[in-house]
Each structure stands twice: as structure tokens, then as C-alpha cells.
């Protein structure tokens, strides 16, 4: 059970009745979110404390997952890459017919009519929109960085897209400058009371090392990410190697499937293969819910990274800065907004550079400890679940006016 005064200590007293005194006057809302995997990846560490808040505030929100075959999450993973990132892909028909039937499947499964607010969280349910009743509000959640998409990806979401009431990017850049609709700007956030993110005892934390294999002693490059090849994980074990030369350094890059990503099992086997040889790389394959591993292995770290190629968000950014950790970060999407660049941590665009921006950490630990700091104070005043709350009962305000 989530208790909204639980949440008083990372907010004031005022934000905790503004909550309330929004909540009120939406209180006979019925709301919805569909997406495509009940865990794995930010959309769901989001929804599943998002949504039980939601009711806490007394608005009944429910969440569906959206299910699909290995055929149709091969294609959205290409649409969700291509919207990302132009390349040579294109879309061939009978993905689009897949999609489609998949889409009336899950239109037999969730219902969606009795609600008076539908929320759909990136492609994959997108377009559930053709169900939409004329008293309802649909709403578009882009969780992906659009501001250069692949004219063919956009093409698709145009198919879907401009039968929404509104869209919701995290920063103003993602909006496509073709977006026809209304377009709202949310950054995600994280929960501090979630086990991820509360504090853990010492003791714990060097179990889990120990669980591992891990050594408390030497410094730890870490890497948090589903295994996918837009995090560049190749790309940190380089970075890596070129640190190892002068500080006996461990890596470890932790990760796991999400059902709606058929890639993760590939690009955890080239991951193994790729550092086969070095008994100080620790690739881990961790069950989903490994949330207080995660944990203890952000507070172990000396150094964390995210050398994400594109990033929606990247919640690992704010969940190892709210750690007080100095975050090394792809110069990208969301985690530009995250990092400010030479106070909580660095954004870097090369390999070379996250190794010398690595090098550099490593071997200052006063600058180390007050990157930490700032980062934490980062995250407190801009991305805890408190703001995006109040962003999301403001968006259903202002869509029921
Ligand atoms: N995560 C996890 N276990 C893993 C890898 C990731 O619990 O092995 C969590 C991570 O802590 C974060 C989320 O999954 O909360 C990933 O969100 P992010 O926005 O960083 O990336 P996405 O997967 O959505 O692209």
C-alpha cells in the first residue's frame, strides 16, 4: 500500500494539500494506462508507483498491458529504434498488418471504453486510439526521443497520432516539428520510497557484492540498462579498457529482458562473449524485480555510467544521482537534462571521453563527493514522483476544462 504522507519528507506540507486539493475536484475520473510490459524498463518502474498513487489521491486508475508475439515486439522494437535514430530500415506490410492485427486483439481483451481518460504509453498500443468514444480524452505518452525521427517511423505514428486529444513528451526538444497535436511537456521521475531507491544498510550492500563475486576493495564502473544496443554497452567496455590501463577498475553492466524488447537476449550473449576474458567485467542477467540489487549495486559504485547513443529519459541517471553518485552520461535526450555538465556529473560523446571523464573521477575523490551532492539535489528539486504527479492531476485538469 502507497501512503501519500509518507511522501511528505520529500515535498512540502503545501505540495502534499495541493495534491489533495487537485485530487478533489477529480475525483469521479475513471482513468486508464496501456503499455507493453508489466516490468522491464522505465514505462513500467513509472507506472507501477504511479498508478497506486493515482488511487491514494482517490482517482481510480487502472493499468493494462498491452500483449503482442516475438513478430509484432521485433517490429515495434524496429519503429521504437527508427524513431530514435534515422537508418536504412524500412517498414514492410506485413508488419503493418501484424500491427494492426494485434491491435484488434488487444481491443478484445482491454476494454477500454468505460473510462473517461486513456493514457498510452509509446507505439506499441498506439493504436488502441481506434476505439476512442466521443466522450473520452486520449492521451499519447511518448517515452522516446522524437525530435529527428525516421520519416518512415513518423509516417507511421501519423497514422495513430492525430487522433489523440493530446501527446506528452519528457522535454520540449522530443516534439517532432510535424506533431499536429496539442503537446505537453512531463519529465519522468523517480519514487524514493521504492525499494530501488531507499537507503540500504552497509551490510547488504556488501552481500551483494559478495553474491557476485564483487570486490568492496577496488573502484566500480557501473552500467544499469536493459541489455540493448542504444545503451552502447560495447561502447562502456571500451571506455572500460582504456581505464583498466591505469586503475585496476571493475565493470559491471547489470541488466534484463523486458518481455516487449525480443533484442535483450542477443545483446546480453555478445555482451558475455565480448568480456569473456576479464574475470573484473561482471555481466549480470537480473530477474526484473531485482530492485533492491540494483540498489545496492548503484550505492557500491564509485563511478556510474550511461553512455546511452539515445535515451528517452534514462531513470538510472536520476535513481544513481539520488545516490549521490557522479553520473557519466551520453550527451543525449534526457540525460542531458538530468546531468548539468561539470556540477553533478559529465556528458561525454565518445568513447575516449568517457574514459578520460572516468579517469578523471576516479582518481579525485573530493570531486567525486561533490558532484554526489549536487546530484541529489538535483533529483530532490526536479525529478521525484511528488512533481510528476502534480504534472499528470494539471494534465487532466486542463484536458477536462
Ligand atoms: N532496471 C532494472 N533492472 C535492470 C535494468 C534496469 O530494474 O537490470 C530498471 C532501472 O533501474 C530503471 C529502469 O529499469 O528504473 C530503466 O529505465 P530507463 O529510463 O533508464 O531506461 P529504459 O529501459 O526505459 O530505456
Known sequence: MINLEDYAQYADGETIEE??????????????HINSTREGGGVAEILSRLVPLMNALGIETHWEVFKGSEEFFRFTKKLHNMLHLPGFSRIESHEVATYLRTTYENLNSIKTETYHVVFIHDPQPMGMVINKQKHQKWVWRCHIDTSTPDPKA???IEL??????????????????????????????????????????????LQTLEKFGIDPQRPILLQVSRFDRLKDPIGVYQAYRMVKSKYACQLILAGS??????????????????TADDRDVFVLNLPPNSHLEINALQRASTVVLQKSIREGFGLVVSEAMWKQKPVIGGNVGGIKRQIIEGTTGFLVNTIEGTAYRARQLLSDRELRERMGFYARNRVKHRFLIIRHLKDYLVLLKSLLR
Open 154 to 156: 513518423w509516417d507511421f
Open 19 to 32: 495534491l489533495r486539493l487537485l485530487a478533489s475536484s477529480l475525483k469521479n475520473l475513471k482513468v486508464l
Open 257 to 274: 529482458y523486458a518481455s516487449d524488447d525480443p533484442e535483450g537476449e542477443e545483446v546480453y550473449r555478445e555482451m558475455l562473449n565480448a
Open 160 to 205: 495513430f497520432v492525430n487522433a489523440y486529444d493530446a501527446t506528452v513528451f519528457h522535454i520540449p526538444e522530443f516534439v517532432y516539428q510535424k506533431l499536429q497535436v496539442p503537446a505537453y511537456i512531463i519529465p519522468p521521475s523517480i519514487d524514493p520510497l521504492h525499494p530501488k531507491n531507499i537507503e540500504l544498510d552497509r551490510d547488504f550492500i
